[in-house]
């Protein structure tokens, strides 16, 4: 069956649902239709590894997408982009035919290679799934060190639930901090319960509805109720690549106004790379601001209004009693110039590079994130003794 609709967006997250409300306060007699592969509609991504397990409700992370007056079907994939046409083919046979599209098809998670029955942490069934395991002493093991492995791992104690962390780094964050920061990470976690084996991997496991059994790189063997993987994503970029648009950064090449190679077609959030002016360079960013200021300004440009974007994102994460914003390239490798009121429990870490200033952490630091963006796009030069006290910090 054919449809027509004057904007179509494949992928029903938070930047198909900001890009929907955006569309919608421009052209208030404007079809717009959005294909979700999830059987769930949008909703916010961060609680599921955050406020959901501190006592947030679920009722509060749906978004509010009836507001956009938007033909939603769920449970829906595309599977082909017919450019000349302009139509986009469905699973269940259907044809959409657009004025303007809009890709917001996110990511998949990184698989482990050992069969079903982990969880590789994305969605809000993923969450549902991990939910029926916690309880007071549930033994969970956590793979991966970085963004989503930290959070979940730190939730997972909180919860009474005996937890490992498994990841071949030899510390929490260490691509990321600076060394004593990550060890400093590392060590609140063990402080906390959490049994954090640096530097082990999984060589092989097995999971069914009785638990999982991990086989580790240090020759030991873990029991498990349930395995939690946090490995990453990998951008869903098979209906651009097939349609033969611009790729870049394993992601859709996008230009200031979030339009990819074919002027009627636009991306957002985790699958767009675009330029980042004050960095000097491409981007691509799997994060929430980025998500949803990304996917409003696709939206404004969609109905011809000239909204590019223009923002460098910020994200933030919540580590047990710890957190932080952040913005810019976080990279150990660059050089770090740390300044705490209280050593890693409160201060800004700057990240360096051939006298520009490239990230900025905020530990425990709040509302600093527009003057943090400012110095990033300060052309300096800065070292280490002209950048500390750049950014005030309360003591």
């Not at 209280?342 to 700057?350: A, K, L, N, S």
Request: glycine content about 12%; aromatic content about 8%; charged content about 20%.
């Amino acid at each position: 069956m054919k449809h027509t609709s004057d904007y179509l967006i494949v992928g029903a997250g938070m930047a198909g649902e900001a890009a929907a409300q955006a569309i919608r306060s421009a052209d208030g007699r404007a079809s717009i239709v959005m294909l979700g592969a999830e059987a769930h509609p949008p909703y916010d991504r961060p609680p599921l590894s955050k406020a959901l397990w501190k006592g947030g409700k679920v009722e509060d992370i749906w978004r509010p997408i009836d507001k956009a007056r938007a033909t939603v079907q769920l449970a829906r994939r595309a599977t082909r982009i017919d450019r000349a046409a302009r139509i986009v083919h469905d699973d269940a046979g259907n044809g959409w035919q657009y004025g303007k599209l809009l890709l917001a098809t996110g990511g998949a998670p990184r698989t482990l290679p050992f069969g079903e029955g982990f969880i590789h942490y994305r969605t809000y069934d993923d969450y549902l799934r991990l939910r029926k395991n916690v309880r007071p002493g549930a033994r969970i093991a956590v793979i991966g060190g970085g963004f989503i492995g930290s959070e979940i791992a730190a939730a997972m104690a909180m919860n009474g639930c005996q937890t490992t962390m498994l990841f071949p780094g030899e510390a929490i964050g260490g691509h990321v901090y600076p060394t004593g920061l990550a060890r400093s990470v590392t060590d609140y976690y063990r402080e906390h319960g959490v049994d954090v084996r640096s530097g082990v991997t999984v060589s092989g496991g097995r999971a069914d509805a009785a638990g999982a059994t991990l086989e580790l790189s240090d020759g030991s063997a873990l029991q498990a109720d349930a395995v939690v993987a946090g490995l990453g994503i990998t951008p869903n970029v098979q209906l651009a690549q097939e349609a033969g648009l611009q790729l870049e950064l394993g992601g859709v090449r996008v230009d200031a106004h979030l339009r990819t190679s074919d002027p009627h077609i636009y991306a957002a959030g985790d699958v767009a790379a675009f330029s980042a002016p004050a960095l000097g360079r491409t981007l691509r960013v799997e994060h929430e601001n980025a998500a949803l200021t990304m996917g409003q300004r696709a939206g404004l440009c969609m109905t011809g209004q000239d909204a590019p974007y223009d923002e460098l994102p910020f994200f933030y994460s919540d580590l047990f009693d710890l957190g932080y914003e952040a913005v810019g390239v976080l990279d150990a490798r660059l050089e770090t110039v740390e300044q705490w009121v209280t050593p890693f429990r409160e201060g800004v870490v700057y990240y360096l590079e051939a006298g520009r200033v490239r990230g900025v952490l905020l530990w425990n630091v709040w509302d600093q994130i527009d003057a943090a963006r400012a110095l990033i796009a300060d052309p300096g030069p800065f070292d280490a003794a002209n950048v500390r006290g750049r950014l005030p910090v309360a003591g």
